[in-house]
């Protein structure tokens, strides 16, 4: 039973005894009044000075797109590209573009992949789309020459080394590419994803005003403090690395992921949104 239930979501644990033995277990969590919730905004006063260095350091280099033929996904509507770039730190990045057979100018959906995804290419039948599936940093197409680890835990020690500071601005690298493109409308750009591709799309929304429209799927990467009371991962990799960086406290830790929190980013969000079910 609930004894004075608040608004969030409650982790259960379910067991079946049976002659004194454990003969079943079930965990689970609930959500109560979720729409009630409330989790303030929390940035710090460089919240805003943070991004804007982080945006102008990705301007600073230069993308050097190239694009790859893939034959074997441009049989139909479709001609399929791997996509190799430079972003944030002169990381090589990639991503697949399908580019419409048709002439004019087209509407872009820019997709941006779940955590630790495999590769997958593009829609290849005529939806009316131009369409780009990125995959940021270490992950995806990138893993092969992956060197932050487990992502999520990597430069934890730094606000200016964390993983998701460049990765932010692979997000942002791919507009760059979309935008540069003749056969794009620029003005029709539209993002989506599911977990962490939901957070990225909120992070191209909130420091891009390209993206004039957003369809996350249940996005990733907010309320840590919440989550991860009720979430075994990925708590357990960052418990992972507080054991092996015993100086480290759960107040820094914290503070530092309030600058990547997609709650305090969305603020910043001006376009509409849809949320994909």
Aim: hydrophobic residues 35%; proline residues 7%; neutral net charge.
């Amino acid at each position: 039973e609930y004894t004075d239930p608040k608004p969030g979501f409650y982790r259960y644990t379910v067991q079946y005894i049976r002659n004194r033995q454990l003969a079943c277990e079930k965990k689970f969590n609930v959500g109560y009044e979720p729409e009630k919730i409330s989790s303030p905004i929390d940035t710090k006063n460089d919240f805003e000075a943070f991004w804007k260095n982080s945006l102008l350091e990705l301007k600073k280099v230069e993308p050097g797109y190239k694009l790859i033929l893939q034959p074997e996904y441009s049989k139909l509507d479709y001609d399929v590209y791997l996509v190799e770039m430079y972003s944030f730190g002169n990381d090589l990045i990639q991503g697949y573009y399908a580019k419409p057979k048709r002439e004019g100018k087209h509407p872009v959906i820019v997709e941006y992949m779940g955590y630790g995804s495999s590769p997958y290419p593009p829609n290849q039948w005529w939806d009316g789309f131009a369409h780009f599936v990125l995959s940021i940093r270490g992950q995806a197409l990138n893993q092969p020459n992956n060197k932050y680890g487990t992502w999520i835990t990597y430069g934890l020690d730094k606000k200016e080394d964390y993983y998701y500071r460049g990765a932010y601005m692979d997000v942002v690298r791919a507009l760059d590419f979309v935008c540069s493109r003749p056969e794009i409308d620029a003005e029709k750009i539209a993002v989506r994803g599911g977990s962490q591709g939901g957070a990225l799309s909120f992070v191209a929304a909130a420091l891009d005003k390209r993206v004039k429209v957003a369809a996350p799927t249940i996005p990733f990467l907010s309320d840590f403090p919440d989550y991860f009371k009720i979430g075994s991962w990925p708590k357990s990799d960052f418990d992972i690395y507080m054991e092996n960086h015993p100086g480290v406290n759960w107040n820094e830790i914290y503070n530092l992921l309030t600058y990547f929190a997609i709650k305090n980013l969305a603020q910043w969000i001006e376009c509409p949104h849809i949320k994909e079910i």
